[in-house]
């Protein structure tokens, strides 16, 4: 049973291995990174940006803003930004932005700028962007914690997604320890309470996560086959084994995730994640159209903040950060005469992906115009 748990762990650990490493790759391009941009030269722009045409003159970053959302602000595609984003000069953190950061929209011959009036206005951004050193502005330190910075996309939304969930396959979580029952024959249990656990492999002393199971991912095939692209596990509470009797272990739970411990949820080594604070928005380059097959949290419609997941994963080319337009019917509509007709198909939304397995990703939906349904088509942007 050892041998298992220590696969389990490979497993768990190859995942979180496979999305740092993707992450941080991605991190070396010119792109955004949370709560920071990194820059590209007005120079080297490689393609055409359009302004939104509701684009302020002047923005102040307020707090609670997202970079993704001051990016679509000003532009039509905002994972351009990185082209037309002037960093800031004489302070610490030069990329990041800010509550209260005043953002200008500035023309520097043919090209369109966008950055922080450090007092200067559109001059400074300007120099900035051409290497000139100016004498008129003080080198200036802003003495604010990085925490303040504004994010790319509110990190709390996916947090669950990142640290505390997972896609495996049934095979590897069989014959795997289960809650069998609690103290005081309870239904459900919380921090401070003792559960017991039914199987191999556990040890006194040891600290052990539990996970609530949800419904495999079964996809159809174009042969009308079935695939099983595994089985998701939630971690609802950490315990720690304070005794063993009988094949029965006694977990003390130490800590929980807003859940309850109930019967049957799987009971496994707990892993020590780090959380990924780096993502590249890019459009997706993917020419084959995937479906969102689940909505977190909801079985009905998903909006802007949601969390879905896809039909489609590494096995398909997807990384973390691109970008999908969401595309859904729309609805029937009957006219005078009684005819319903359905109404064309329309862009409903837009999904970053944050964490991807072979053959499911997990996308954060970025906007939204209209609720978006179950089964709504994911594509590459126009």
Same mark, same amino acid.
């Given at each position: 049973? &050892?041998? &298992? ?86 302070? &610490? ?10 953002? @200008? ?113 079964? @996809? ?30 006694? @977990? ?9 411990? &109930? ?120």
């Amino acid at each position: 049973m &050892k041998k &298992k748990f220590d696969h389990i762990g490979e497993v768990f650990q190859s995942k979180k291995k496979q999305l740092i490493q993707t992450m941080t790759a991605k991190a070396l391009v010119s792109s955004f990174v949370l709560g920071s941009t990194f820059v590209v030269s007005s120079a080297t722009m490689a393609t055409p940006v359009n302004l939104n045409p509701v684009a302020p003159n002047v923005y102040v970053v307020k707090k609670g803003d997202t970079l993704w959302q001051i990016a679509g602000l000003f532009l039509q595609k905002p994972w351009l930004w990185p082209q037309i984003w002037v960093k800031n000069s004489h302070i &610490k953190n030069p990329n990041l932005i800010y509550p209260n950061d005043r953002l @200008l929209i500035c023309k520097d011959q043919n090209n369109t700028l966008i950055g922080k009036d450090e007092g200067d206005g559109c001059t400074g951004v300007i120099s900035r962007a051409s290497a000139l050193k100016t004498t008129e502005v003080l080198p200036r330190i802003r003495v604010q914690a990085l925490s303040d910075a504004i994010p790319l996309i509110p990190l709390k939304d996916i947090q669950v997604w990142l640290n505390r969930a997972t896609i495996v396959s049934a095979e590897s979580i069989k014959n795997t320890p289960t809650v069998v029952g609690a103290e005081n024959g309870r239904l459900a249990s919380a921090v401070g309470q003792k559960v017991y656990v039914s199987g191999q492999g556990l040890e006194i002393g040891q600290r052990y996560a539990v996970y609530k199971t949800m419904q495999p991912y079964l @996809l159809q095939r174009q042969d009308r086959t079935t695939l099983n692209a595994g089985t998701e596990l939630i971690q609802t509470a950490s315990g720690i084994v304070t005794d063993i009797q009988q094949g029965i272990a006694s @977990l003390e739970l130490t800590k929980s995730f807003n859940e309850e411990v &109930k019967q049957k949820d799987l009971v496994l080594p707990e892993q020590v994640t780090q959380l990924p604070t780096t993502f590249t928005p890019t459009p997706a380059s993917v020419m084959e159209k995937g479906r969102i097959i689940r909505i977190a949290g909801s079985m009905a419609n998903a909006s802007k903040h949601s969390v879905v997941t896809i039909n489609l994963g590494t096995y398909q080319g997807i990384e973390a950060g691109q970008v999908f337009d969401i595309t859904q019917n729309g609805l029937k509509h009957g006219d005078l005469d009684k005819h319903v007709k359905q109404l064309p198909t329309e862009k409903v939304g837009q999904l970053m992906i944050f964490r991807t397995f072979n053959n499911v990703s997990y996308g954060y939906v970025l906007s939204s115009r209209t609720p978006i349904q179950l089964g709504a088509t994911t594509q590459a942007p126009e």
